[in-house]
């Protein structure tokens, strides 16, 4: 079975980090994009970052460009979010999801829509105080 962990979550005050961890199980994880996204309490589920494990190409939404880090340890099946610079407004449950070699066309020309990705881990909160 496919299975998405994701961990690390916790309360911060603004301008504090975060390291969120995502452990992987049951496909070819270096055949996959692995994904963050999060949603905030009323709002969509929004992507935050993304990595292509196979060669650990990355994107970031605007909101974190030059805040959060995506990586990933190919050897652990896992992927980590650095979130550095936190701001309240981060406040969300963060989800990691996995887009197969199947998605690929849908990947390229949406890589933030919930849609292109097909499994889904359970959430961790972050909650980031003023």
């Known amino acids: 079975d496919v299975q998405l962990q994701a961990s690390g979550g916790g309360l911060v005050q603004a301008g504090g980090s975060l390291r969120l961890s995502c452990a992987t199980a049951?496909?070819?994880?270096?055949?996959?994009?692995i994904g963050w996204f999060r949603q905030a309490p009323g709002k969509e589920r929004e992507g935050v970052s993304f990595?292509?494990?196979?060669?650990?190409?990355?994107l970031y939404a605007d909101s974190v460009q030059g805040r959060f880090t995506i990586s990933s340890d190919n050897a652990r099946n896992s992927v980590y979010l650095q979130m550095d610079s936190l701001k309240p407004e981060d406040t969300a449950a963060y989800y990691c999801a996995a887009s197969s070699p199947r998605k690929v066309r849908e990947w390229a020309r949406e890589p933030a829509a919930t849609t292109s990705y097909d499994y889904w881990g359970q959430g961790t909160l972050v909650t980031v105080s003023s």
């Open positions: 049951g496909f070819r994880f270096d055949d996959y994009v």
């Open positions: 990595i292509v494990t196979g060669d650990k190409s990355t």
